[in-house]
C-alpha cells in the first residue's frame, strides 16, 4: 500500500511563495510518477504539475509555467512543489499523486492510483 502526505500549505499573501512536498511511503518511489493537482471551491480538480519517475520529465499547466516548479528528491521519497507569485485564483486544496503503474504520470487524474489528502494554499490580497 503506497501512502502519500502533502504539507507545506498555508496562508499567503498575494505575490507570496511556498513550497508543497509531498513524501510517500511504501513500494519503490523512485519508479513512481508523481503529479499534483488542486481543486479550489466550487471548481473541478485540476491538474497541476508533475514530474516522471525515469529521467524526471516534468509537466505544467499553462497557468502555472514560469511560476511553479516541480522537483523530486529520490533518497527522501519527496516531490516538491515551489509556488511562487500566488494570486487568488491558486487558492486551493493541492492533492499529490502517484502513478505505480507506468511512471509516467501526466495531465489527467485517472492515471494516478493514489492519492494524498490535501494541504489547503490560501492567498490573500
Known amino acids: 500500500q503506497v501512502q502519500l502526505v502533502e504539507s507545506g500549505g498555508g496562508l499567503v499573501q498575494a505575490g507570496g511563495s511556498l513550497r508543497l512536498s509531498c513524501t510517500t511511503s511504501?513500494?519503490?518511489?523512485?519508479?513512481?510518477?508523481i503529479g499534483w493537482f488542486r481543486q479550489a471551491p466550487g471548481k473541478e480538480r485540476e491538474f497541476v504539475a508533475s514530474?516522471?519517475?525515469?529521467?524526471?520529465?516534468?509537466y505544467y499547466a499553462d497557468s502555472v509555467k514560469g511560476r511553479f516548479t516541480i522537483s523530486r528528491d529520490d533518497a527522501k521519497n519527496t516531490v516538491y512543489l515551489h509556488v511562487s507569485s500566488l494570486n487568488l485564483e491558486d487558492t486551493a486544496v493541492y492533492y499529490c499523486?502517484?502513478?505505480?503503474?507506468?511512471?509516467?504520470?501526466?495531465?489527467?487524474?485517472?492515471?494516478?492510483?493514489?492519492w494524498g489528502q490535501g494541504t489547503q494554499v490560501t492567498v490573500s490580497s
Open positions: 514530474i516522471t519517475s525515469s529521467f524526471g520529465t516534468t
Open positions: 499523486a502517484a502513478d505505480i503503474t507506468y511512471g509516467l504520470g501526466g495531465y489527467y487524474s485517472r492515471s494516478y492510483d493514489y
Open positions: 511504501g513500494g519503490t518511489f523512485r519508479g513512481y510518477a
